[in-house]
Each structure stands twice: as structure tokens, then as C-alpha cells.
């Protein structure tokens, strides 16, 4: 007599994500359960983060004492935990062609150790497993905000086995997209004025699993970035205006996502500390007076095509 499989309580996805976690070097259950509580709980998680969750108050004031409690003065008690926290979640912004290519790469990538492009000490492997499996997600910071930016699914987890597990989990606020679809959205995004960033999580397998598209209002890395958690890596770029064709109408100023543009003698000026490069500012001019270049204080451009080229394409 045939008998009846039981059926699995723990979901395919859940599988696949913790079959990656033994292939990863280094990865330890503890990460992987980090990363499950994240992926699983993620609207709570980046609720607390934002401060968007009841909890979020209380935690914080915890977290504080429990430095204070290992150290005294700014250094130990509150600069080394940012420090720290920034190196095992964050993002590198690019520009909307970088983040196009990496949501049509169209074939498996697997790039380690990009300190050179990932200024952080950990997570910063792009490992693209079936990239052309994207869905977009309702943003968790948004979601956190009274009064959000819309829409709301605008962040694109981009490959295996993140996309499955965030639709397994996540099945009413998420939606299956093609390529194309994520193309449109990164540009429906950067005419709406808002920031592509690559994001990669040391529990998230330690590598790249999503790009957000953020506003300066809403996005929890772009506050904790303004508030001194160096969690964002400049694109690699930097913004130059030509002053023979600025005419000093301060539209890209009010368009700058980082407050790095100002109005001065009639021309703007552009503070390199606090340009990270997104080009929003770019395509806002109507005189075409402004433009990215190359900087040399910056880590390299996350730019696919460039990264998966022979090495002289790198540094050129």
C-alpha cells in the first residue's frame, strides 16, 4: 500500500535559500538564520530600522545602553556600532545604465572580493543565480511612512534564491517581472527624481539581492546616511556643471537627492563631499549644463559590463 507523503513544512524556497547558505563559504547558521528572520519578517525588520515600528523607540534606547555598558565616549559607544552595521548592510549607488544592466545581465555572473567597486568589509559579491527572475516589492521604508511616496513596489530583488523566497513570503505585496519591466521601473523611478542603489547584506548570503529605487524622504539608508551611518557608496561618479552654460535657475538644485547642488554667484556649485553620483541632477537641467564625470576619490562604477570585461576595461 502506497503511503501518503506528509507535506513539507518548510517552504521550497526556504530550502533552495539554505542549500545557497551551504554552498557559501564562511556563511554560518547564525548568518543564515539572520538572513531567514530578514527576508521572512522584512517589513518589521526595516520598520524597527526607520523607526517606523512601535518597537523601534525602545530598541533603539537598548541598543544605545548595551554600547555605552561596553565602553565609554563617542568612539566606542556610538561611531564603531555605525561603522560596523554599515560594513554588513548597505548599498552602492548607480546610475540608471548600471542598474539596467543589472537587471537584463542575462546570464549567470558570479563576482567575488570587489573591494575595489564595494568599499565595504564585507558583502560585496555579485552572485546572479537565474538574474531574469525578478520581483518587484512593495518598498518596506515606504510602507513604514504615514504618508509614503508612490508606488510603492518599486524595489527589484533580482535573482536566486531571493525572488523566490520573497514571493513564497510575500505573495500579496510582490509580483513576478520581466526584465523589461524592471527597465521601466528604473526609469519610471529616475524621472520621479529617485536614487538607484545596488544593496547587498552580509545575511543576505553576503552578496547583492536587490535593487531600491529610494527618495531622500522615505529611505532609511538615505537618513541613516545624512545622519552619519556610512551605509551608501558613491556611484563612482561625480557631478560637474559647465559654467558657460548655466544659467543659475536652480531646478536641479531642489532635484539634488544628497543636497550636494547650490546656487552661487549665479552658477552652481556642486560640494563634492556630498555628491554620490545618481545623474539625477542630470537630466533635470533644461540647459544641459550638467554632467557625471569620473571620480578618482571614488571606488569604482558598478557597471556589469565593465566588471565582467578583461581587466585593462576596469580601470579605464
Known amino acids: 500500500m502506497h503511503k501518503p507523503t506528509r507535506p513539507s513544512l518548510i517552504r521550497p524556497s526556504t530550502r533552495a535559500f539554505l542549500a545557497a547558505a551551504r554552498r557559501t563559504p564562511g556563511y554560518s547558521a547564525f548568518d543564515w538564520l539572520h538572513g531567514y528572520i530578514y527576508g521572512r519578517w522584512i517589513y518589521t525588520y526595516i520598520g524597527i530600522g526607520t523607526g517606523g515600528h512601535p518597537i523601534a523607540g525602545p530598541l533603539k534606547r ?65 552572485v546572479l543565480r537565474d538574474p531574469d ?24 530583488v533580482v535573482g536566486e534564491p531571493f525572488a523566490d ?56 539608508a538615505m537618513g541613516a546616511h545624512r545622519n552619519g551611518v556610512p551605509m551608501l557608496a558613491s556611484s563612482g561618479y561625480a557631478c560637474h556643471a559647465a559654467p558657460d552654460l548655466c544659467i543659475g535657475c536652480g531646478v536641479c538644485e531642489s532635484s539634488c537627492p544628497f543636497g550636494a547642488l547650490a546656487l552661487a554667484d549665479g552658477s552652481m556649485a556642486v560640494d563634492r563631499a556630498l555628491c554620490m553620483g545618481c545623474g539625477v541632477c542630470v537630466d533635470r ?20 559590463d565593465r566588471l565582467l570585461a578583461p581587466a585593462p576595461e576596469l580601470i579605464s
Open 62 to 126: 537598548l541598543v544605545l545602553t548595551a554600547g555605552r555598558l561596553r565602553g565609554s565616549g563617542r568612539t566606542q559607544a556610538e561611531d564603531a556600532p555605525r561603522t560596523a552595521f554599515a560594513d554588513t548592510y548597505h548599498g552602492k549607488v548607480v546610475t540608471l545604465e548600471a542598474a539596467r544592466q543589472l537587471v537584463s545581465v542575462g546570464r549567470d555572473v558570479e563576482l567575488h572580493d570587489l573591494e575595489h567597486v564595494i568599499p565595504y568589509a564585507l558583502a560585496r559579491d555579485i
Open 285 to 304: 537641467c533644461p540647459q544641459g549644463a550638467l554632467g557625471l564625470t569620473r571620480d578618482p576619490s571614488a571606488s569604482l562604477p558598478l557597471e556589469l
Open 165 to 220: 523566497f520573497v514571493i513564497e513570503h510575500h505573495a500579496g505585496r510582490a509580483r513576478r517581472i520581466t526584465p523589461a519591466e524592471a527597465a521601466d521601473i528604473l526609469r519610471q523611478e529616475h524621472d520621479r527624481g529617485h536614487v538607484h542603489h545596488a544593496f547587498f547584506k552580509d545575511a543576505m548570503l553576503g552578496r547583492f539581492y536587490a535593487i531600491c529605487n529610494c527618495c531622500s524622504c522615505c529611505c532609511g
Open 133 to 156: 527572475h525578478i520581483v518587484a516589492l512593495e518598498c518596506p521604508c515606504r510602507a513604514s511612512r504615514p504618508n509614503p511616496c508612490l508606488p510603492l513596489d518599486v524595489c527589484l
